[in-house]
Structure formats: structure tokens, C-alpha cells
């Protein structure tokens, strides 16, 4: 069932809902219980270190962590693409680093879309230089089909179809991140 766009959406595109909020909160819920089972062992050997790539990944990151019963650092990177906003570049940049180190720490990449796969290798990459104790990747969503690189999603959320996303935190020229459910603009 499509929603009808929310009172304050300037776009006169129809939105098609993908994943409801109702569906999102489940999943988000159950990743979060097997963070709790796979960390709850390592958790008093070292800090584990969520962290958020800004700033797609917010929503999820706040209502991940809800659901993870052991302790946590929460932490931010910022990163950004070169090139045409709906294409991948594959050119990253670190815009804003981490406030602390992860040496020796049990870390946890927060994203919200695995699309190219381009961004997440050049992290994961910088990251792992950092010499943390662990790294491991969360994902609310995956596009297989778009997939140039192949990278291990240890926490996945969905997999989804080849059509580009909003809401629940993701973005088009900023907007939308706000929708509680995942829809797409038809047309976009
Ligand atoms: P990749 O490097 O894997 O191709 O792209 C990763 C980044 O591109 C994501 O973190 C996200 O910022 C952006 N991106 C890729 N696909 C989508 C999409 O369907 N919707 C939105 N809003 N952003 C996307």
C-alpha cells in the first residue's frame, strides 16, 4: 500500500512505501538482540565501539542501540561521496573522524545502505589500519543488485530491490530523512 505523502512534503511525486515503520522496528529489534548474544561475551574483555556513519545511519544507530543489552560507546564518523548524489563514486572522503581510538576495541560500523559497496570497503579499509580487537558490519539495507564490491554484512536488515530509498534516516538532497517508514519517490 502506498501512504500518501505527509502533509509537509513539498514533492508532488506519489511515495511508494517499501518497508513500514511497523516491519523496520521488528527487524531493528531483533538485530539488536544478536548484537546482545555475540557481544555479551566479549563485552567485559573490551569497549565495544558503535559506530554511526553520519549521517544516513542516525535513526537506525538510535533505535539499534535501544535494543543492545550490553554496554556501548556510541561514536560518529562523516564521510562523503564524490559525484552524482544517486550514483557511487566509489571517491571517499572523511569529513568528520571519530572523537576517540578504537585500537584494541570491539567495533561495530553502523550504515544504512550497502548499495556499490564502494564506501563500505574504503572505511572497513581505514578502520581496520586503526588496529581495533574487532570489526563488524551492520547494514539496515542492502541492494544486491548493485553490488561492485563483495562485502560481509554480519548484521543486515533487509535486502531490497534497485530502487533508490528514502526515509528512516536516508536522504534525497536532504530531505525526507524524517519519513518513519522506506519508501521511494516514484520517479526518482
Ligand atoms: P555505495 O558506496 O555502497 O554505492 O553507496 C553507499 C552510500 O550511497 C550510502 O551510504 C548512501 O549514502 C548512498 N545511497 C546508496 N543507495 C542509496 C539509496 O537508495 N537511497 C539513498 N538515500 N542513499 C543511497
Given at each position: 500500500?502506498?501512504?500518501?505523502?505527509?502533509?509537509?512534503?513539498?514533492?508532488?511525486?506519489?511515495f511508494a512505501e517499501l518497508i513500514s515503520a511497523?516491519?523496520?522496528?521488528?527487524?531493528?529489534?531483533?538485530?539488536?538482540?544478536?548484537i546482545t548474544t555475540d557481544y555479551a561475551p566479549l563485552a567485559n574483555q573490551a569497549?565495544?565501539?558503535?559506530?554511526?556513519?553520519l549521517k544516513g545511519s542516525v535513526i537506525f544507530l538510535a533505535d539499534l542501540?535501544?535494543?543492545?543489552?550490553?554496554?556501548?560507546?556510541?561514536?560518529?564518523?562523516?564521510?562523503?561521496?564524490?559525484?552524482?548524489a544517486t550514483v557511487s563514486s566509489g571517491?571517499?572522503?572523511?569529513?568528520?573522524d571519530l572523537s576517540r581510538p578504537i585500537e584494541g576495541k570491539h567495533v561495530i560500523v553502523v550504515e544504512d545502505i550497502v548499495d556499490t559497496g564502494h564506501t563500505?570497503?574504503?572505511l572497513l579499509e581505514n578502520l581496520a589500519t586503526r588496529r581495533p580487537a574487532s570489526i563488524k558490519l551492520a547494514s539496515l539495507l542492502h541492494k544486491p543488485e548493485?553490488?561492485?564490491?563483495?562485502?560481509?554484512?554480519?548484521?543486515?536488515?533487509?535486502?531490497?530491490?534497485?530502487?533508490?530509498?528514502?526515509?528512516?534516516?536516508l536522504d534525497v538532497s536532504q530531505q525526507y530523512r524524517n519519513l518513519p517508514f522506506i519508501g521511494y519517490v516514484q520517479g526518482v
Open positions: 500500500m502506498a501512504p500518501s505523502p505527509p502533509p509537509w512534503n513539498r514533492s508532488p511525486d506519489p511497523e516491519a523496520i522496528a521488528v527487524r531493528v529489534a531483533e538485530l539488536g538482540a544478536q569497549d565495544v565501539v558503535v559506530i554511526g556513519v542501540v535501544r535494543h543492545i543489552g550490553v554496554p556501548i560507546i556510541v561514536d560518529f564518523i562523516g564521510i562523503s561521496s564524490y559525484g552524482d571517491v571517499v572522503q572523511i569529513t568528520q563500505v570497503h574504503y548493485r553490488a561492485e564490491r563483495q562485502i560481509e554484512i554480519h548484521y543486515l536488515g533487509f535486502t531490497i530491490p534497485n530502487k533508490f530509498v528514502v526515509g528512516y534516516g
